[in-house]
């Protein structure tokens, strides 16, 4: 059968899909990017769409506006819809399934009109360090500076009025799915970033919702902690469909129906185990995007408890170890933005795509340990390292090996240098097994540069696959056609090793001694030099 049979009979599948609604679309909200993706009857991609976007530091707070939320989602829904048309020549009315995803975290306080109290505040804030504390102490249970229950618990301590009038606290995904349906729902990984769950019981932790309404009994509020949390729902369970209110909030042109069934709304973490297929016990896999953040599916719990280490949950709601730093590539981006600019400035035309690759290959070329150079790619504050604030930090000495290949390396190395720190506790300390590593996010585009420092970093084998660009928006998808096609006892772990990565192709690539021992050398330069980076903190503020 010729190449070009095959391409229309795929084109004719997926347009038979969109007519019978066999279709379901994830939408993910990242750091920088809305991405809008729609997944035929063979979960291969039918359509797509993104939306560029930014968060704000506004007031000491890293922000997105209410309006940037819905201007974003509506543009990225609208590209994927004429995506739809361009393509197939159908308008898009009808969808089996949706599922919406967003970063973890964060803090969205509603008051009982529904009205926000107070700016969203991200991920990226760390102004949470008392609460963590002592919400670490009170629960012994690991509570982040991101997760929302420290957010509200910092709010609590710094005496914000709004808090009496919170009725509703939720995450970005929770938000976009209690618009869209009228449900105040999450998803069990989602949920995970807000309040520790008890895997016994798949839900919040009733020892630890007591133990926190407890602890603030004397401000007397008119809310217990559990009537502030959405709902949890689990990997299959339907939470919800979409209204008319929601159908027009979707798409302005009015043509999408509604009735359309919901999954439960999930974090990033979540869908990226979904969308590299490691959700089973001894899988993990690394997202390095703005923010850097490795996941292990945990056997058993972990013997203690771990400032740098989250536990939360898969979308099913088994156990998960995950490592966060809250920087990764931005500040590569930054340079890589520097050298287009001389470029263009010497009258040479590039590719941005292009240029990252050449710089990534020309690492290849660098020392092991990066020929002495250090850097701090710190935008934000870093939790795992004690960093309070942003302050990206580059350093050498005369003696250093000071070239582009060790320059662009250094910078690679750095953006999982807090990551290694978490990683090693799991490794060393817990003894952990990993049995598989899969790789996503825009650091693993150009083939075996980001592999190999990861494989480094892991002591493992790690593998991309060859469909690791559609990220979480697939994964999301996914997790809205295993809602709508899985039979009674059938496991998300089961449903994506069977039908949806079967025959999916993987690179791997394996850990070096000499990469291994660089990296090794580079992180005891990265934890000896981080006084120079509190010093810049202390510096420039």
Not at 219 to 239: F, Q, R, V
Not at 253 to 258: E, F, M, P, T
Not at 382 to 399: A, C, D, L, Q
């Amino acid at each position: 059968m010729s190449g070009g049979v095959c391409v229309n009979e795929k084109k004719n599948s997926s347009k038979l899909d969109i007519i019978e609604g066999r279709t379901s679309l994830g939408i993910e909200f990242g750091s920088t990017r809305i991405k809008a993706v729609l997944i035929g009857s063979d979960y291969s991609v039918i359509a797509s769409g993104s939306h560029e976007w930014e968060n704000r530091l506004e007031a000491g707070n890293w922000t997105y506006s209410l309006d940037a939320i819905w201007q974003g989602l509506q543009e990225s829904y609208q590209k994927m819809a004429l995506d739809v048309e361009e393509k197939y020549g159908e308008t898009l009315k009808r969808i089996g399934s949706i599922g919406f995803s967003g970063m973890m975290h964060g803090y969205l306080a509603f008051d009982k009109k529904g009205g926000l109290l107070v700016p969203f505040r991200t991920w990226r804030n760390a102004s949470t360090e008392q609460a963590e504390r002592e919400l670490t102490r009170l629960f012994e249970h690991n509570i982040p500076q991101r997760w929302s229950i420290a957010h509200l618990y910092q709010a609590i301590l710094n005496d914000e009025k709004h808090v009496a009038d919170i009725t509703y606290l939720t995450t970005l995904s929770g938000y976009i799915h209690w618009k869209l349906t009228g449900k105040k729902m999450i998803g069990i990984g989602d949920a995970s970033g807000m309040f520790p769950i008890d895997e016994t019981i798949k839900n919040y932790d009733r020892r630890m919702l007591n133990k926190f309404d407890d602890l603030i009994s004397e401000k007397d509020y008119p809310w217990t902690i559990s009537e502030l949390l959405p709902e949890i729902g689990l990997a299959g369970d339907e939470t919800g469909q979409l209204s008319e209110t929601g159908a027009r909030l979707l798409d302005r042109s009015g043509k999408l129906q509604a009735g359309i069934p919901l999954c439960p709304p999930e974090g990033d973490a979540g869908t990226g185990m979904v969308a590299t297929n490691s959700v089973a016990e001894h899988t993990g896999n690394i997202s390095a995007g703005t923010s850097v953040f490795a996941m292990i599916v945990l056997a058993n719990p972990l013997k203690k408890v771990y400032p740098q280490i989250d536990i939360v949950t898969t979308p099913s709601g088994s156990l998960v170890a995950m490592v966060h730093a809250n920087n990764c590539s931005s500040d590569i981006n930054a340079w890589v933005q520097l050298f287009k600019e001389f470029a263009e400035t010497i009258g040479a035309s590039i590719d941005m795509a292009e240029l990252f690759e050449t710089l990534f290959i020309k690492t290849l070329e660098a020392d092991k340990e990066c020929g002495g150079l250090l850097s701090y790619g710190y935008y934000s504050g870093e939790n795992i390292t004690g960093i309070k604030e942003g302050r990206p930090v580059f350093v050498r000495t005369p003696e250093s090996k000071f070239n582009l290949a060790n320059f662009m390396k250094v910078h690679l190395y750095s953006a999982f240098g807090a990551l290694k720190i978490g990683m090693d506790i799991l490794l060393k300390e817990e003894a952990i097994q990993i049995d598989s590593v899969v790789g996503h996010g825009g650091l693993f585009k150009t083939k075996e540069v980001g592999q190999k420092a990861v494989a480094a970093v892991m002591k493992s084998p790690v593998s991309v696959m060859e469909n690791a660009g559609e990220g979480g928006a697939w994964g999301m998808a996914l997790l809205a056609a295993y809602m709508r096609e899985r039979t009674a006892d059938e496991s998300l772990a089961e449903f994506l090793s069977q039908k949806v990565f079967i025959n999916v192709k993987e690179s791997t690539v394996t850990p070096n001694e000499e990469d291994v021992a660089g990296f090794d050398l580079f992180i005891e330069r990265y934890k000896d030099g981080l006084p120079i980076e509190q010093a810049a903190v202390d510096y420039l503020r």
